[in-house]
Every structure is written in C-alpha cells, then in structure tokens.
C-alpha cells in the first residue's frame, strides 16, 4: 500500500525505490507511510536523500 500511496504522490517509484520497499521492515514501513503524509518529495520520505 506504501508503493501505491508514494507512486500516486510523487510519480513512478524507481527499481531501487521498489526494492527499498520490498525489504523495509515493519519499523521502517511505519516511519515512511507516517513521513509519507507531509513529505514534500519522495526523498523526505525516506528522510535520507537517497531516493532514486
């Protein structure tokens, strides 16, 4: 759900990003979908610049 409600924001999510995704643990889910709500791109989400 994460993957769509980034993808729906902030445009299609790079490979990297997916699998960013695809092997978050629960914790790191949590913190992105709550970063995710007032995030200004897709960078502030991950809250390390290193979003592709």
Same mark, same amino acid.
């Given at each position: 759900?994460? #993957? ?5 924001? &902030?445009?299609?999510? *790079?490979? @990297? ?6 092997? @978050?643990? $629960?914790?790191?889910?949590? $913190?992105?979908?709550?970063? #995710?709500? *007032? #995030? ?5 989400? &991950?809250?390390?610049?290193? *979003?592709?």
């Amino acid at each position: 759900m994460l #993957a769509l409600m980034l993808d729906h924001r &902030f445009g299609d999510l *790079s490979d @990297a990003d997916m699998d960013r995704l695809r092997h @978050a643990n $629960e914790a790191q889910l949590k $913190e992105w979908l709550i970063n #995710a709500i *007032s #995030a200004p791109d897709l960078a502030a989400v &991950f809250n390390d610049g290193t *979003s592709h």
